[in-house]
């Protein structure tokens, strides 16, 4: 197997010599925006090199006594200072983010911007207030009142701790969604079959329950109808609800999960009817993960699409190459990675990739090319 091999090293005054690890003071962004750092509440920072060792470094992952791992790209950065001055390297990216829509575009979890109607076109990032930071991002198509995709990470070591936060169920409108004429509302899922009873949930893309520790602040944002799709009742709380809690599961294997997940919302991929108040309804769901285990020093990427029933099942599920993933949807995913680093994960659909996601034996990874 060809592997994907990215050494992750400690930082020093001169990269390549790892005698000494260094701690950042402040990151500038090509954007201008700055963060600040102190260093009696930083555990460590590293450096993540990809296959051209010290000239292709493609980001740096700090990791703070609080237990928290924020990762930021090279491609993005502007100036590192340490307490002595390093300036990164910009390696190779021709189809990453503009960051002008979103600041914080640059990020591994992000897909690349939709391009058309950007006037009705919300790039919206939801972070807290109360210490735990950004949450998730999404982009929003205002004209088919519809989420195009959800992004966000799971970290490890957030996912070992008691959870803090309860689920509410407080669904209200997005207030990053100016236009009332984009909105989604609560009131908008009253669907009902001919036995009296509802057809779709307003199905969550970002799980609650991915989102109940440290802060409830992140839980309650995910009740945000931006956050949703309608979702028949059988696919929501059967196929979907396993697909969720696999995810979770996974998130414990790597140091940080990067996570895409949508409902299919463009010509050929919705029914031929809408709901009563006008939305999409999905043929398909799916997911875009991409893992860094820091133990084997390797990045991971798997794409899963499941089939929109009414009744579910997990049997119909696929498990895809994000390439494959990206020609079903016309998404690019994890846009923000060096171009020979995302090309080489996205097509990996070998024993190996199959095995470290843990898929069922008699379901291989579709590439497309077969």
Not at 31 to 58: C, E, H, M, W, Y
Not at 195 to 201: M, R, S, T
Not at 257 to 274: F, S
């Amino acid at each position: 197997m060809k592997r994907y091999i990215l050494a992750l090293v400690c930082l020093t005054v001169t990269i390549g010599l790892f005698a000494q690890e260094r701690i950042p003071q402040t990151i500038t962004f090509k954007t201008g925006d700055r963060v600040t750092f102190s260093q009696d509440k930083i555990d460590s920072a590293r450096v993540v090199f990809g296959p051209g060792g010290g000239n292709d470094s493609l980001g740096i992952k700090i990791y703070s006594k609080d237990g928290t791992v924020v990762d930021y790209l090279y491609s993005q950065i502007e100036q590192v200072v340490f307490f002595s001055q390093v300036t990164p390297s910009d390696p190779a990216n021709s189809n990453r983010n503009d960051i002008s829509r979103n600041r914080y575009g640059w990020r591994l979890e992000f897909p690349k911007f939709h391009e058309g109607d950007e006037a009705t076109t919300y790039e919206i990032t939801h972070y807290t207030t109360d210490g735990y930071g950004v949450n998730f991002s999404l982009e929003w198509d205002g004209k088919k009142r519809a989420n195009r995709w959800t992004c966000y990470q799971m970290i490890r070591d957030n996912h070992k701790e008691t959870p803090t936060a309860e689920r509410k169920s407080s669904f209200i409108v997005d207030p990053d969604i100016t236009d009332p004429a984009c909105q989604s509302r609560p009131d908008e899922y009253e669907d009902v079959g001919p036995d009296g009873k509802k057809i779709f949930d307003r199905g969550h893309i970002c799980p609650s329950e991915d989102r109940v520790y440290r802060s409830q602040e992140q839980n309650d944002q995910t009740f945000y109808m931006s956050n949703m799709q309608p979702q028949y009742y059988g696919h929501n709380r059967g196929e979907w609800s396993q697909l969720e809690r696999k995810v979770r599961t996974l998130a414990m294997k790597s140091d940080t999960l990067y996570v895409v997940k949508a409902a299919t919302i463009d010509e050929g991929n919705i029914e031929d009817h809408r709901t009563v108040s006008g939305l999409v309804i999905p043929k398909f769901f799916y997911i875009a993960l991409l893992a860094y285990n820091v133990e084997t020093k390797e990045y991971h990427a798997l794409g899963i699409w499941s089939p929109h029933l009414a009744k579910g099942s997990g049997k119909v599920r696929e498990y895809l190459t994000i390439e494959e993933l990206q020609r079903r949807t016309n998404i690019d995913f994890f846009c923000n990675l060096p171009d020979e680093v995302e090309r080489q994960v996205e097509a990996d659909a070998t024993p190996e990739n199959h095995a470290y996601w843990e898929l069922e034996p008699e379901k291989p990874i579709i590439s497309g090319h077969e």
